[in-house]
């Protein structure tokens, strides 16, 4: 059984303006829950390529994890491989919409044997964590 959640909503702003905010790490622990550590291996925007190692709250714990940006469409997508606490690819879209933007996040994992039988309780985790973000950056880009 696989975690595979992807909540979305408007933001009232350009495709190129979140992109600017949602795709530069200096801005995540601005939007992004949990997160209380954000270190880019380089400044400025994601590339593929680029590495950044986070330290995060998650079900109870503590842990610090980097990732890999594996894809980047300038303004349009970001898709990034975190290996913690589980194997995962989380994709940020971004597409225009009459109101604005429609922002997506789209991600994708394994449990594994550890974690396989919690997978019911962390595809639920996942996704509120996620539709929080989506919140979150609404509100930062709007404010």
Not at 38 to 47: D, E, F, M, R, Y
Not at 107 to 132: C, D, K, S
Request: net charge positive; charged share 20%; hydrophobic share 40%.
């Amino acid at each position: 059984m696989a975690v595979d959640v992807r909540p979305e909503v408007v933001v009232r702003r350009s495709p190129a303006e979140v992109a600017a905010f949602m795709f530069n790490p200096a801005n995540d622990l601005r939007w992004t829950g949990g997160i209380t550590a954000s270190t880019p291996a380089q400044p400025g925007p994601l590339v593929t390529g680029a590495t950044v190692e986070r330290t995060a709250k998650f079900l109870g714990r503590t842990f610090t994890y980097s990732y890999v940006v594996i894809r980047h469409d300038p303004g349009k997508l970001v898709e990034l491989r975190v290996e913690k606490p589980f194997p995962m690819t989380v994709r940020y879209e971004l597409e225009p919409d009459p109101a604005g933007t429609r922002v997506a996040i789209h991600a994708t994992g394994n449990p594994g044997r550890y974690f396989r039988w919690a997978t019911p309780l962390m595809t639920r985790q996942v996704r509120a964590n996620i539709t929080a973000d989506l919140h979150r950056l609404r509100t930062c880009l709007e404010s």
